[in-house]
């Protein structure tokens, strides 16, 4: 009964959908690599290019266990298109369905409950521009208060409402959340958010003054940010290398 379901889809699919699985389960991998899972818990989607369907884990499948072959494919409802070997959670979707439904250009979407993102969403105050790495966040970052687990339908437009044209959203009490055109800049979004919030928590945990940055090189670096980590010279360039580390660590996502 406890046996993972296996199955190979490499040569039933498109090389085009092939690859988006390759680039989905690689990210689900580097994750819980990086200590960003949460059991079978939290969920990462990506669009199949060309087409309205979406990529996710299967419900009751850990991290390290997605392979390209056992993601599953659904619509924007959560509704499963393959066969039905497998079922997702569907109030883990939700979150997700509301963001693919409105925000056409996020063909990844990273939603995890780090503990860091989690701590900084629920302060008062946020992120703060204490260091290089919030600025990169910030300068796209919205907030969604909480309202109980993503079950309620009705939850879809505020959260729609609240990451707006943001690529960065932290959920109050819940954890952090980072889109992109790929899942390369969405997980190097979502590596420069939970490291700002890791790096705010040790200033503010070390009892010392911390040196702010002046409000003019804020709105400057916002700027840099916005065209040094993006397209080309962010998660497309990361990515690759990113790629060949899920190689090295253990090649049986790419079954």
């Known amino acids: 009964m406890y046996d993972l379901i296996e199955r190979n889809l490499k040569n039933k ?19 819980e690599h990086m200590g960003w899972g949460d059991l079978i818990y939290t969920h990462i989607s990506s669009r199949i290019p060309e087409t309205e369907h979406f990529l996710i884990n299967a ?15 659904i619509d924007i409802d959560g509704n499963v298109l393959d066969g039905g070997e497998f079922e997702i959670n569907p109030a883990g979707f939700t979150i997700h369905s509301a963001i693919h ?31 290089q790495y919030s600025m ?41 959340l980072t889109l992109g055109q790929t899942v390369g800049d969405a997980f190097m979004r979502f590596y420069d958010l939970n490291r700002a919030c890791e790096i705010q928590l040790m200033m503010q945990s070390s009892g010392e003054q911390i040196t702010t940055i002046p409000q003019s090189i804020i709105d400057n670096i916002y700027k840099q940010a916005n065209i040094v980590h993006s397209g080309e010279t962010g998660g497309q360039k990361a990515w690759p290398a990113m790629m060949r580390k899920a190689y090295r660590l253990d090649p049986s996502f790419a079954k």
Request: charged residues 15%; negative net charge.
């Open 13 to 31: 699919v498109s090389a085009t959908e092939w690859q988006a699985r390759l680039d989905l389960a690689a990210c689900y991998r580097l994750v």
């Open 59 to 73: 419900f009751g499948v850990a991290f390290d266990e997605v392979t390209a072959s056992n993601l599953v494919k």
């Open 136 to 176: 990169f966040s910030m300068a796209s970052l919205s907030y969604h208060d909480y309202e109980g687990l993503a079950v309620n339908p009705d939850e879809k437009l505020r959260l729609q409402q609240n990451l707006g044209a943001n690529n960065h959203l932290l959920l109050r009490n819940h954890g952090g």
């Open 101 to 131: 439904q409105i925000r056409h250009d996020a063909g990844c979407v990273i939603h995890l409950h780090t503990p860091a993102t989690i701590t900084v969403a629920s302060q008062q105050q946020g992120l703060l521009p204490l260091s």
